[in-house]
């Protein structure tokens, strides 16, 4: 996700569009379906870069129930700031004006600028905290493992713990 655009972002108030259409940068330790796709928008605001647009995306994550992988589809806007500041440079990640906010995201390359470090943490930001296959997924049985999506099992479901006991009387 470089570009060769830094020579258009010199100016304050400058802006550039880019159209994103690229595998998803590595490090977010989940697949993705086809390429990462948008709009991102550039614009110079003295020192730093306004970022803005909309991104597109399908990751396959496990279900919360059951642990099958299925695809879920991201599409969100978002709207940061980062630095421009070389990404190898340590220094560019501590130099923060207010220390309640954290470092900008630098985003040159040498003489490009490279959007992978941003795209990834705003995939890894936008994924699901929970996620269902489908939503009456029976879940797998606590007891043998089995799948209850596929199948029934035959476990001892009626094992109740001694501590609740006395709740099953209520019920009678």
């Known amino acids: 996700m470089r570009h060769d655009i830094r020579d258009q972002l010199v100016k304050r108030d400058s802006q550039v569009t880019l159209e994103i259409d690229a595998p998803a940068p590595p490090g977010t330790d ?13 614009q110079n605001v003295g020192g730093q870069l306004a970022v803005w647009g909309r991104l597109r995306a399908e990751a396959v ?9 299925h695809a879920v589809p991201l599409e969100f806007d978002f709207s940061e700031t980062c ?17 309640d906010e954290p470092a900008p995201i630098p985003v040159l390359d040498g003489d490009t600028v490279d959007l992978s470090e941003l795209v990834r943490q705003l995939l890894v930001l ?11 997924c029976r879940g797998i049985c ?3 493992g089995a799948d209850l999506n596929e199948t029934t099992c035959e476990c001892g479901s ?5 501590r609740l006991a006395p709740l099953r009387e209520l019920l009678q």
């Open 30 to 42: 989940v697949e993705f379906v086809g390429n990462v796709t948008g709009r991102i928008t550039l």
């Open 61 to 69: 994550v496990e279900c919360d129930r059951c642990l099958c992988e």
């Open 83 to 99: 630095g421009f500041a070389q990404i190898d440079e340590p220094l560019s990640y501590t130099q923060v004006a207010d220390e």
């Open 126 to 136: 936008h994924l699901p905290v929970r996620s269902l296959c489908r939503p009456d």
């Open 142 to 144: 606590p007891s043998c």
């Open 158 to 162: 009626e094992e109740i713990d001694p």
